[in-house]
């Protein structure tokens, strides 16, 4: 498995790993929003995220940073798939 979709667990801020290697800071599954708060805020987007599988997106979902948006996501990190009601969870 070459890609991971993922959606954002929580309040949590994973890193977009890719872009932070450019040197640009953004967070999976979310968007900043300049308009909540003073400073603005990472707000969560509405459909899940496509990422690479690397090391450090299975981990997150194992430690629940981030949560498997199919089947096959959840089997590759080895956690739990809760598909929403009325979707199989055949991926």
């Excluded at 991971?4 to 790993?17: E, H, I, Q, R, W």
């Excluded at 800071?25 to 990472?42: E, I, M, Y």
Aim: proline fraction near 10%.
């Amino acid at each position: 498995m070459n890609k991971l979709l993922v959606k954002p667990a929580g309040s949590a801020l994973v890193p977009d790993f890719d872009a932070l290697d450019g040197g640009v800071l953004r967070f999976v599954g979310r968007t900043h929003d300049p308009s909540v708060k003073p400073n603005g805020a990472w707000v969560p987007v509405d459909t899940p995220v496509e990422v690479p599988a690397r090391a450090e997106y299975i981990q997150e979902l194992k430690r629940g940073g981030l949560l498997p948006a199919n089947a096959e996501t959840a089997k590759c990190a080895g956690v739990a798939y809760d598909a929403p009601k009325g979707v199989k969870a055949n991926g």
